[in-house]
């Protein structure tokens, strides 16, 4: 079935370094690919999206690729700030009977930045 | 906003107890899903709902049953709690449509402990 493997964490940076966290997925056809962030306390949201190969997703200096040829879609910022503190959650969406879609996550990565 | 409203933040319930966690959304979202959040196995999906009265099982549906007698509401339900049901539980909904890119939106999660 489908799948998404993301780097363990903890991912523990110093302010304005650079981030890459590692996503790669298994999927038959053509899933859409995002990047959910989970601040402590809270719920997910989502950070990006890509719906086909090679688009880039991009939101709040966060960027990732849509990579077909590798199947990965690895979440880069340039500079990080301590509010970038959180678990972050790549996930594809797997379609059921064409009127819906579910959410296939991987295991969360937790980044810590310091000051 | 789009807001996913789950009834409790934090539950205390015994080994034995029935338990329902409540979830409401105010977007008019055909899809709503139960995800159970452990550390180190990411989310997992428990059971969604495609329509009023539809479910499926995730995942992970042992132990747990669902509700959708309205379209704004879907309940989980702890048949008879045990201590391996401790958790986090976050609730999502989304659109339906055939186009997978749909955005899923979540509640701020119960954490339920079962002692």
């Known amino acids: 079935g489908n799948s998404v493997t993301q780097m363990e964490g903890p991912v523990t940076l110093s302010e304005e370094a650079f981030l890459t966290i590692n996503c790669t997925y298994t999927a038959t056809g053509y899933p859409s690919l995002f990047w959910y962030v989970q601040y402590p306390g809270e719920g997910l949201q989502l950070l990006l999206k890509?719906?086909?190969?090679?688009d880039k997703g991009s939101n709040k200096g966060f960027e990732a690729t849509y990579r077909k040829e590798t199947t990965s879609f690895h979440l880069e910022k340039g500079s990080v700030q301590v509010s970038d503190s959180a678990v972050y959650f790549c996930a594809l969406s797997e379609g059921y009977g064409g009127a819906t879609n579910k959410l296939i996550f991987g295991t969360g990565t937790l980044l810590a930045v310091q000051p | 906003d789009v807001k996913v409203t789950q009834s409790s933040r934090y539950l205390v319930k015994r080994t034995g107890e029935k338990v329902f966690l409540e979830c409401v959304q105010d977007m008019d979202h055909e899809n709503m899903f139960w995800y159970r959040q452990d550390p180190g196995l990411g989310l997992r999906l428990i059971y969604f709902s495609y329509d009023v009265k539809m479910k499926e099982k995730g995942d992970i549906p042992e132990g747990y049953s669902v509700s959708r007698e309205k379209k704004e509401r879907f309940s989980l339900i702890l048949e008879s709690a045990s201590t391996n049901q401790t958790s986090m539980y976050l609730c999502?909904?989304?659109?339906?449509?055939?186009?997978?890119?749909?955005?899923?939106?979540f509640g701020q999660g119960t954490r339920l402990t079962v002692v």
């Open positions: 890509a719906t086909k190969a090679d």
């Open positions: 999502a909904s989304s659109l339906a449509g055939r186009v997978l890119n749909t955005e899923a939106f």
